[in-house]
């Protein structure tokens, strides 16, 4: 502010006192028990002010050796005062000075917490001052950042601290009192200042110069006191030309703008200081703009009066009282200025305080001392129940990570199958391969690897749930396991594999558990999904980290991928480092798993079902059966047709559970003896001829319902839920007018089952579900025309796009009143896919498109390029968009054809080229360009369609579009350009195209900062390696990683590290999230690359990034023996700064109570 005088330096009272001393020898020497009141200061000004106020210093006293405050001992009132300065602000360093002070100094009763703060507008103005009290739910000061996250995602603030103690609280209502009879001392010892230090006068004591903007205004109004009218007028005219201007610097937070008027009356009475009692909130980080401060105000109710960053590290423990003198309005402007004034005459407000309590008071009190004393005597007496709460809250705060972690990966639950086949199994079958000598060598874990293989139906995945239990009672470790599963898409590929032992993986421990929520961070916190190659990579580290894995994989057969599941078996014996790691997978023995498995992992380790064994399983079963089952029970059944049954189905199965499970059902639905009879003389010979006769047996007025429902359950993207299936039952699409009829709904769900006797089955999962009975059925009815996927798509598409149509209602009452919903809504673009051969079908497509209504009524319930928003809103892409992003080559060329503007923009992928790229839509992306569509267009979440292209790594289409003219170095998107999103995801003959066309290595921009990045954090050494051959720099900076060294290192990638390192690169290179390669590799558990960093002279005290030292993001990271490793290469235990302040502290929040114990 104009006019301002120039600052004095605050050493003048320490030299003031120093001459003081020198003229007067005899200061005070007290002991250490004479000292009853601590007072606690921020900053040195602060400090400054606390001094002057000292009606007389003492001579100082020894310190012990572990106690590194500066003290300054004096009087006030009466009181024997002991003053201490913070190293640094935050409510860290607080608390740890509060606990030197009462150690050091053991009569201290209660203490002072003085200096300045932030305050609210219009509640308090510059120079007020702001003490500590209850008001409300509160206790005087809260913890403004420290909260809890509950249902439904609101933060919850959970730090209101500690009261002031009651001798403090009935001193203020005493002094509160007397400001109201007599008026405040504060300008009397303001005055006393200025006459004892004069040099302090112009900044410490003088508000002459100071300006509160608050205020502006009436100055206008007190030069123009003679004219009342005049004078209101001319303020309007000011204040409308000021805010224009944007001068008008504050927002009242409450907006009642009427009181800045009379607040400033009351402001503006002489120089006297106000004085407000009520709510501080405290917190480790500086509050500088409105917006977060006007936040925090209607957060804590509309009570906060003051922020401030130390008083809460002391009102816990430290029984205090807080007084703050106001210097700013905790906004952007964050002026300084004040900040003299506000310490002084806060210091004079706790002076004053002192004066109303009498030392003999004091002297009755608890020693602060004792009062930590006897809070760790209960701390001792209940460190069990403290354990456990702090275990579970670290378990609540690691569940919804858990959450997160589980959302992003959408892994399947593989219980679900293992429940079903147990459900299926009779007590004691399955024995005969637990005594196998085979079977013992591989669970002794003398053989990593066992396959079990057999025909169709002989229990498979029944035996598999055996072993899983065997090795659950006894045999130790964690015990992974995948059913694929013809019926879930999700269940079928190597990638759904490996995402559900990832995340089995993440649940086991900690030490898998970094791996995985690396990845997770390094794909924006799960904004990204990763890549395959990413799994398999994180998936093996995982196990590495574990010490005893058994891991079972049933049906191999049923995989759509077998040969990336193959090539991953291969990969695991191949690695000295799985040695742990035991593995035993069942399938058919079809000619690719002959051919290969055996090749792998020996002859020996191949065990085939024994099929006397098996049949000796099924006739034990099918005995069980005829004398347990109700079915066979009520029907009374003479012994001898009871023994013709076991003899028949039980003793000629031929190794085959399914087979005779099929015949049971079929008897147990005779009406009589005679046709009980009858079947048991004429059995189908196998599965499929008994697949054919289920078929016909099934009732002619429901025989088109039945096809439509198996069509669903063959070729549905996941399995259908009852009350789903019901629906598809309620559909009619045979007849015009096609309709949903509500009345056709089954009354009970059961009933589903009447429509395809022994092919379906109902599975408890988390909601019941209608599932194909076995493999064999499927590959059975994909045998029949009815069932080809074509003609299948057809009636699919019909079904879904009818129940659409017919439906009303808002997003949450669909999903509530028709439980097709959001399948139908989900899938049908998939069904249409495949079904554009039809006509009928594509000009259904395109009115369902076109129609407002249901366009509408689709994107409410769905949208493809926001698929996991549980509410996506209304369409945020055009018509076309969807076409193009759902494979819709026909509606999108008639769409087109009638006008749809092929570069509208909207939607995620920003226009339709991105959008068929993303995909990798070969022949959209090319009806697309013939039609116009700019092959440069920007916008959307990967910026143009070659950064969207690249990422997907579909080259015939970055090929197309480099050669329509593709600008190979566009920039914009989520990773910068193209070549930076090949590179992260590791193709590599994509960005050998693109540098081939002229891609810039060193072009910076996106998440990743540049290519070598990208690559290194992705782990993809080749990769690394080309872009090193072609120039890239080692060293360049950029990007939430900072360099590709710390990406790497955040990888646990140590071969890219040590590429870069030999390469040149920078050890101990700063910048990114976790400030050095160190850091990064600390917190991902990566003790080689730790190892290796620091051999190669990584700063084990270098400071930067989230966690602000290596020991720190360690001690976060849980990783034990790098914490270890660090400590013995000298790291600072004490080492200050970051989000959890120390090492021992970010310990003790990630809940690893094996570090905090090491640090201690």
């Known amino acids: 502010m104009a006019g301002n005088p120039p600052s004095q330096p605050e050493k003048s009272v320490s030299a003031q006192n120093k001459a003081s001393s020198e003229t007067s020898p005899c200061r005070k020497r007290l002991r250490h028990d004479a000292y009853t009141i601590g007072w606690v200061c921020a900053l040195p000004k602060e400090q400054t002010a606390a001094r002057v106020m000292l009606d007389e210093e003492h001579e100082p006293l020894p310190t012990p050796r572990n106690d590194h405050n500066a003290y300054t001992l004096g009087s006030i009132c009466g009181h024997n005062v002991v003053i201490a300065c913070l190293p640094n602000m935050g409510t860290n360093p607080a608390a740890t000075v509060a606990i030197s002070m009462v150690n050091t100094f053991q009569s201290i009763k209660f203490g002072l917490m003085v200096g300045i703060g932030g305050g609210i507008p219009t509640k308090v103005n510059l120079g007020d001052v702001v003490v500590s009290h209850p008001v409300a739910d509160y206790h005087g000061v809260v913890q403004w950042d420290m909260g809890k996250l509950e249902q439904g995602g609101q933060f919850v603030h959970t730090g209101s601290l500690n009261r002031p103690p009651n001798t403090l609280l009935n001193a203020s209502h005493l002094l509160k009192s007397n400001h109201d009879i007599r008026g405040s001392k504060i300008n009397e010892y303001l005055n006393d200042v200025e006459r004892k230090f004069p040099r302090l006068a112009p900044i410490y004591t003088s508000r002459e110069f100071l300006e509160d903007p608050l205020l502006v205004f009436e100055k206008v109004r007190q030069s123009r006191k003679e004219v009342h009218f005049l004078s209101r007028l001319w303020q309007a005219i000011i204040a409308i030309v000021a805010y224009l201007l944007g001068s008008w610097a504050i927002s009242p937070v409450n907006e009642e703008n009427g009181q800045l008027s009379d607040m400033a009356e009351e402001a503006r009475s ?8 009520g709510l501080i909130a405290s917190g480790n980080k500086v509050v500088k703009d409105a917006q977060s401060r006007d936040s925090l105000y209607k957060a804590f109710g509309g009570h906060l009066l003051c922020l401030e960053m130390e008083a809460a590290g002391l009102m816990n423990d430290f029984p205090c009282i807080v007084i703050r003198g106001i210097c700013d309005y905790a906004d952007a402007r964050k002026e300084k200025t004040w900040q003299e004034y506000a310490a002084t005459v806060a210091a004079a407000y706790a002076k004053e305080l002192l004066g109303c309590v009498h030392p003999s008071i004091v002297d009755a009190e608890s020693s602060a001392k004792a009062i930590l004393e006897n809070l760790q005597q209960q701390i001792d007496g209940v460190q069990q129940t403290t354990a456990a709460t702090r275990a579970t809250t670290v378990s609540i705060r690691s569940d919804l990570h858990a959450d997160k972690i589980k959302h992003w990966l959408c892994p399947s639950n593989p219980s679900t199958n293992a429940n079903h086949a147990r459900t299926l199994r009779h007590e004691g079958t399955g024995a005969w391969l637990l005594g196998n000598p085979v079977f013992q060598s591989w669970y002794s874990r003398s053989r990593r690897q066992l396959w079990l293989h057999g025909l169709a139906g002989c229990g498979k995945t029944v035996l598999s749930t055996t072993v899983l239990d065997h090795l659950a009672n006894g045999n130790g470790g964690l015990i992974l396991s995948f059913f694929f599963d013809f019926s879930d898409t999700k269940k079928q590929t190597y990638e759904g594999m490996l995402r559900s032992l990832a995340f089995q993986l993440y649940q086991g421990g900690v030490d898998s558990a970094n791996h995985l929520d690396a990845l997770f961070q390094a794909l924006q916190n799960g904004k990204d999904q990763p890549s395959t190659k990413a799994l398999g990579v994180v998936v093996l580290k995982m196990l590495v980290a574990q010490r005893k894995v058994s891991i079972v994989l049933d049906a191999l057969d049923e995989s759509t991928r077998r040969d990336d599941v193959l090539l991953w078996i291969e990969d695991m014996v191949s690695r000295p480092e799985l040695s742990h790691v035991s593995l035993l997978y069942t399938s058919r023995p079809e000619s690719e798993f002959l051919r290969r498995v055996p090749t792998l992992i020996g002859k020996e380790s191949c065990l085939p079902f024994d099929k006397q064994a098996v049949n000796s399983d099924v006739s034990s079963w099918v005995s069980a059966q005829l004398s347990q089952r109700r079915d066979f029970i009520e029907k009374s059944l003479s012994q001898d047709l009871l023994k013709k049954i076991q003899r028949k189905v039980g003793d000629g199965a031929g190794g085959m559970f399914r087979w005779a499970f099929c015949q049971l059902d079929s008897l147990a639905r005779c009406r009589h003896e005679a046709a009980m009879e009858k079947a048991l003389a004429c059995l189908p010979l196998n599965l499929n001829e008994t697949y054919q006769r289920m078929i016909e047996s099934i009732p002619t007025e429901m025989k088109n319902d039945a096809i439509r429902l198996l069509q669903f359950l063959v070729h549905s993207k996941r399995p259908l839920k009852l009350l789903e299936a019901k629906e598809v039952i309620a559909t009619q699409i045979e007849n015009e007018p096609r309709r949903f009829d509500i009345k056709r709904r089954l009354f009970c769900e059961t009933e589903l089952l009447d429509y395809c006797p022994g092919l379906a089955t109902i599975v408890h999962a988390a909601d019941k579900e209608l599932h194909l009975a076995h493999f064999s059925v499927k590959e059975y009815l994909l045998g029949r025309n009815d069932y080809q996927v074509t003609t299948a798509s057809i009636c699919l598409t019909r079904t879904c796009l009818t129940y659409l149509t017919e439906i009303s209602g808002s997003r949450k009452e669909m999903q509530r009143d028709f439980p097709m919903a959001e399948y139908a809504a989900e899938n049908w673009t998939c069904h249409a896919a495949l079904a554009q051969a039809s006509g009928d079908i594509v000009q259904m497509t395109i009115g369902f498109l076109e129609e407002e209504a249901t366009f509408q009524r689709w994107a409410r319930l769905y949208q493809a390029d926001r698929s996991l928003d549980k509410d996506p809103g209304p369409p945020k892409g055009s018509r076309l968009f969807y076409a193009c992003i759902s494979g819709l080559i026909m509606p999108a060329r008639a769409l087109i054809s009638k006008g749809a503007d092929v570069n509208a923009q909207g939607g995620r992928y920003g226009n339709p080229l991105q959008a068929a790229s993303r995909r990798g839509d070969q022949q959209i992306v090319k009806l697309l360009l013939e039609k116009g569509a700019d092959v440069n267009a920007q916008g959307g979440h990967y910026g143009n369609a070659l950064q969207a292209a690249s990422l997907g790594g579909h080259q015939e289409i970055v090929t197309l579009l480099l050669d329509k003219g593709a600008d190979v170095n ?82 646990d990638h140590q071969g890219i590290v040590t590429l870069l390192l030999d390469k040149g690169a920078d050890v101990n290179a700063q910048g990114g999230h976790h400030g050095n390669a160190l850091q990064a590799a600390s917190e991902r558990g990566g003790q080689e690359i730790v190892t290796v960093l620091l051999d190669k002279g990584a700063d084990i005290h270098a400071q930067g990034g989230v966690s602000s030292n290596a020991l720190q993001a360690a001690s976060f990271g849980g990783n034990q023996e790098i914490v270890t490793l660090l400590l013995d290469k000298g790291a600072d235990i004490n080492g200050q700064g970051g989000g959890y302040g120390n090492a021992l502290q970010a310990a003790s929040h990630g809940g690893h109570q094996q570090i905090v114990t090491v640090l201690l």
């Open 970 to 1051: 566009a920039q914009g998107g989520h990773h910068g350009n193209a070549l930076h999103a090949a590179s992260e995801r590791g193709h590599e003959e994509i960005v050998t195209v693109l540098l081939d066309k002229g891609a810039d290595i060193h072009a910076q921009g996106g998440v990743f900062g540049n290519a070598l990045q990208a690559a290194s954090l992705g782990g993809h050494q080749e990769i690394v390696t080309l872009l090193l051959d072609k120039g890239a720099d080692v060293n360049a900076q950029g990007g939430d990683f900072g360099n590709a060294l710390q990406a790497a290192s955040l990888g």
């Open 270 to 277: 002489q120089r006297e200081v106000r004085v407000h009692y």
